[in-house]
């Protein structure tokens, strides 16, 4: 009965150990790229802002706009990847309301804008939901968002420190946008699950 036991023990330890080897496919595959850097298939711009391809990035320095995506996202965990110069005003709409209107009334918007002159919902906040935890400078560098809605909970990381953990429930589901405001912003990597 001894031996029998060590047998399958170490069966058992050696199954768990290739389990635990073997990556998952199924977390691999979660995620959907948005924007790779090459197309803007999947995506509508509105308003005049000059959306340029070029370096792996989207990027515009005049005019104003929002690209927005063609599908719509309900519960999700969403990361990008942004460069802003110090003066720019950007964001990124989630849960729109109305694609044809985006606005922070009628979607959430995290906000890119280091100079707002009211610092309540400045970069790394939901403007009109929550002033971000930490003060976050983007300007000049490349940054990174992760954004994730469950519900009526919405939290917001920026280059790993979280800025943003509220509950709201204003918007349940709608596109992504990715906006032009104002400065020289640049959005790369944009990925879904």
């Known amino acids: 009965m001894g031996d029998l036991m060590k047998t399958l023990s170490a069966f ?9 080897l073997i990556p998952s ?5 979660e995620w959907t790229t948005l924007f790779d850097g090459s197309s ?7 308003g005049d802002a000059n959306w340029e391809l070029g370096e792996e990035a989207v990027s515009a320095n005049s005019g104003s706009g929002v690209l927005v995506s063609d599908a719509a996202y309900g519960d999700f ?4 990847e942004f460069w802003v110069d110090e003066p720019a005003n950007s964001g ?3 849960r729109c309301a109305d694609p044809q209107r985006v606005t922070d009334s009628s979607c959430y918007e ?16 939901i403007v009109n939901v929550a002033a971000p935890s930490a003060v976050i400078d983007a300007g000049g560098q490349w940054n990174t968002f992760e ?15 979280q800025t943003v ?17 104002g400065g020289i912003i640049r959005f790369r990597n944009v990925r879904i699950r």
Request: one cysteine or more; a negative charge.
């Open 12 to 20: 058992t330890l050696s199954v768990l150990i290739s389990c635990a």
């Open 40 to 46: 803007l298939d999947g995506w509508t711009a509105l």
């Open 25 to 29: 496919s199924a977390s691999a595959q």
């Open 77 to 80: 965990e969403l990361t990008l």
């Open 147 to 161: 954004i994730t809605a469950r519900g009526s909970h919405l939290m917001v990381t920026m280059n790993g420190t």
């Open 110 to 125: 995290v906000n890119i804008f280091d100079t707002r002159p009211d610092q309540t919902y400045r970069t790394g906040g």
């Open 165 to 181: 953990d509220v509950t709201d429930d204003q918007f349940a589901s709608g596109p992504v946008g990715l906006q032009y405001g």
């Open 92 to 94: 990124v709409f989630i």
